[in-house]
C-alpha cells in the first residue's frame, strides 16, 4: 500500500481539478508530515506518476495575476477504481516492520556488555524526548486537521508509549541478558532442511 498514492488520489477526489503547488500546500496544510510517512516534497513526482499510470489526467492550465501558468489535473476513473483498492488496503493491511534495534539486541559484542544499560537508558530517554517532541507538534496541528487525522497522530503517540514500556521492560531484564550472553543458557538447535 503506498501511503503517497493514497493521498494524491484522494485530494484529487475531494478537491477536484488542482496542480501540483496547491496539492503540495495541502499536504503541508494537513502536517501529513506528522502523521504519514510522506514526504511534502515527493507529491510533484508522485503525481507525474500517476498521470503516467492514467489514474491522473491532464484538465486544463491555471494562471494567477503575472505567475507562469500551472498545469491542471483530475482524478480519473482509473484513479478512482485504484483510490477505493488503496482505502481498503491502507485500513485492512496490517504493517510490522522489523526494526533494526532488534537485530543488533541479539548481535551484542561480548567486549561491550557493560555498556548495554547506558546505551538501552540514553535510548529510552531520547525516546522519551521524541514523544513529548511528537506531543507538542501534534498540539500545534490539531486545530488545523480533523478528527480521523486527529487519531493519526494519536497513534504515532501510542507506538511511542508502547516502545517506551518495551525499553522499560527490557531494563529490567538487562543483568539477564548480559549474564546469559556471558554463559548462554542452552538452546535446541533448529535443524537444517
Given at each position: 500500500?503506498?501511503?503517497?498514492?493514497?493521498?494524491?488520489?484522494?485530494?484529487?477526489?475531494?478537491?477536484?481539478?488542482?496542480?501540483?503547488?496547491?496539492?503540495?500546500?495541502?499536504?503541508?496544510?494537513?502536517?501529513?508530515?506528522?502523521?504519514?510517512?510522506?514526504?511534502?516534497?515527493?507529491?510533484?513526482?508522485?503525481?507525474?506518476?500517476?498521470?503516467?499510470?492514467?489514474?491522473?489526467?491532464?484538465?486544463?492550465?491555471?494562471?494567477?495575476?503575472?505567475?507562469?501558468?500551472?498545469?491542471?489535473?483530475?482524478?480519473?476513473?482509473?484513479?478512482?477504481?485504484?483510490?477505493?483498492?488503496?482505502?481498503?488496503?491502507?485500513?485492512?493491511?496490517?504493517?510490522?516492520?522489523?526494526?533494526?534495534?532488534?537485530?543488533?539486541l541479539t548481535r551484542l559484542d561480548p567486549a561491550r556488555l557493560d555498556e548495554l544499560r547506558p546505551v538501552l537508558t540514553?535510548?529510552?530517554?531520547?525516546?522519551?524526548?521524541?514523544?513529548?517532541?511528537?506531543?507538542?507538534?501534534?498540539?500545534?496541528?490539531?486545530?488545523?486537521?480533523?478528527?480521523?487525522?486527529?487519531?493519526?497522530?494519536?497513534?504515532?503517540?501510542?507506538?511511542?508509549?508502547?516502545?517506551?514500556?518495551?525499553?522499560?521492560d527490557l531494563l529490567a531484564a538487562t543483568d539477564e541478558i548480559v549474564a546469559d550472553e556471558r554463559n548462554p543458557r542452552?538452546?535446541?538447535?533448529?535443524?537444517?532442511?
Open positions: 500500500m503506498s501511503s503517497i498514492r493514497l493521498f494524491i488520489l484522494s485530494s484529487f477526489a475531494d478537491f477536484g481539478p488542482m496542480h501540483g503547488h496547491r496539492l503540495r500546500l495541502e499536504a503541508e496544510r494537513k502536517h501529513v508530515d506528522l502523521w504519514t510517512d510522506i514526504s511534502v516534497g515527493a507529491v510533484y513526482g508522485a503525481m507525474n506518476r500517476l498521470a503516467v499510470e492514467g489514474l491522473l489526467r491532464e484538465s486544463g492550465r491555471e494562471q494567477e495575476g503575472n505567475r507562469p501558468p500551472r498545469q491542471l489535473y483530475e482524478i480519473t476513473e482509473e484513479g478512482r477504481q485504484a483510490l477505493a483498492r488503496l482505502r481498503q488496503e491502507g485500513l485492512t493491511e496490517i504493517r510490522s516492520k522489523p526494526d533494526p534495534f532488534d537485530l543488533a540514553d535510548r529510552l530517554e531520547r525516546i522519551r524526548a521524541t514523544l513529548e517532541e511528537r506531543r507538542k507538534r501534534n498540539e500545534g496541528a490539531r486545530e488545523y486537521i480533523g478528527l480521523a487525522q486527529e487519531w493519526a497522530l494519536r497513534h504515532a503517540e501510542y507506538r511511542l508509549e508502547a516502545e517506551i514500556a518495551f525499553l522499560q542452552p538452546v535446541k538447535p533448529k535443524p537444517y532442511k
